[in-house]
């Protein structure tokens, strides 16, 4: 799977894989559903019958590499590690979600629980296009598993939420030299707004703020009557992210005469580590104790689908797929010896919880 690379932005590229893992799950018996996508790649929905709400797994498809990356990353094992772009996140995941299941029926222990695996090709970006089909499909089940690289060997139980919010600070041209009081500048707006910005932060409540791209002016010679700033936003509780949200669209301009216009919101809620995450983690932390794994857990800053479907209630784990390092660097990489011990416990889930 490595060797075709699927950048979110490449739909050719990730319908191709989508159809590769389509073939998989029907040859272990699934009915696959395809949900188009214009933009993006298509999602994929595979079901098995059985009891009960079903045990829900989450993979996505798509890398953050661009096509081309294999010549200077190639895929190549060494040492007992697999590098490769998109190797860790999360194509190994996948490949993990498949073995366990072959292991269920060649070992005649398929989960009598009903099963749903969903693949969606946008998370990198963000699950735009996915959000719906996560959220409806987490709705209906009864826990899920989310398939991202582990923290190291720990799970991840806890993931901060994540916003992504544009300021527009518009203010008046004029020559910089021979009109300087008929300008007004969006860049000195835009100065004070982003200090102000910043201090939004909470590092004690693990808030926090990153005005990461700016831009404005069209010449060192005139008063800019245009700014930009592209803001991150990250925090650990809903409170946190509705006292930031709130913030944000209620700035006010410190120069009455600029406008600002404020867009964005948290797209991936706070996965917090409370009763069903905690529970379900406790549960999967027997069974792997069972298989001789001492698995612990751990938070990240980063964003996934499990926040999605945490947020609504539904017990997740997240994590559950391969150990390695780097993932969305240079070096990105799996250890190999793992692999089989996460299928396997993975396995083991599907079969017991
Ligand atoms: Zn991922």
């Known amino acids: 799977m490595t060797l075709i690379e699927s950048p979110t932005s490449d739909k050719a590229a990730n319908d191709h894989l989508i159809e590769i893992v389509r073939d998989r799950f029907e040859t272990l018996g699934a009915t696959v559903e395809i949900d188009t996508q214009s933009e993006f790649g298509d999602h994929l929905v595979a079901r098995w019958p059985g009891e009960g709400k079903p045990g829900l797994v989450i993979g996505h498809i798509d890398t953050v590499w661009p096509i081309g990356t294999l010549v200077d990353m190639p895929y190549r094992e060494e040492n007992g590690n697999i590098y490769g772009p998109g190797v860790l996140d999360m194509k190994a995941g996948i490949s993990a979600t498949i073995t366990a299941l072959d292991m269920l029926r060649d070992t005649c222990n398929w989960p009598e629980r009903a099963l749903t695996v969903l693949i969606n090709s946008d998370e990198e970006v963000g699950s735009p296009s996915s959000r719906s089909l996560v959220e409806t499909e987490a709705g209906k089940s009864a826990y899920t598993i989310v398939m991202e690289p582990g923290m190291g060997i720990a799970l991840k139980t806890a993931r901060k939420?994540?916003?992504?919010?544009?300021?527009?600070?518009?203010?008046?041209?004029?020559?910089?030299?021979?009109?300087?009081?008929?300008?007004?500048?969006?860049?000195?707006?835009?100065?004070?707004?982003?200090?102000?910005?910043?201090?939004?932060?909470?590092?004690?409540?693990?808030?926090?703020?990153?005005?990461?791209?700016?831009?404005?002016?069209?010449?060192?010679n005139t008063i800019p009557a245009e700014a930009n700033a592209v803001i991150d936003v990250r925090v650990t509780s809903a409170d946190e992210g509705h006292r930031v949200t709130n913030a944000l669209h209620n700035i006010n301009p410190i120069n009455p005469e600029t406008s600002l216009e404020m867009t964005g919101a948290l797209h991936r809620p706070p996965m917090e580590r409370e009763g069903p995450v905690a529970e379900l983690f406790s549960r999967v932390q027997s069974i792997g104790a069972e298989l001789g794994l001492e698995l612990s857990e751990?938070?990240?800053?980063?964003?996934?689908?499990?926040?999605?479907?945490?947020?609504?209630?539904?017990?997740?784990?997240?994590?559950?797929?391969?150990?390695?390092?780097?993932?969305?660097?240079?070096?990105?990489?799996?250890?190999?010896?793992?692999?089989?011990?996460?299928?396997?416990?993975?396995?083991?889930c599907l079969r017991n919880l």
């Open 161 to 220: 939420g994540l916003g992504e919010f544009r300021l527009r600070i518009e203010g008046r041209a004029s020559h910089a030299g021979a009109f300087p009081e008929d300008g007004i500048s969006a860049i000195e707006e835009m100065a004070h707004q982003i200090l102000h910005i910043q201090a939004l932060k909470d590092w004690d409540l693990g808030t926090t703020i990153n005005v990461g791209l700016i831009d404005g002016g069209s010449a060192r």
């Open 298 to 348: 751990s938070s990240t800053g980063g964003g996934s689908d499990a926040n999605l479907t945490a947020a609504l209630g539904i017990p997740t784990v997240d994590g559950m797929g391969a150990v390695g390092e780097h993932p969305h660097a240079d070096g990105e990489y799996l250890v190999v010896s793992e692999l089989p011990k996460r299928a396997e416990l993975l396995a083991h």
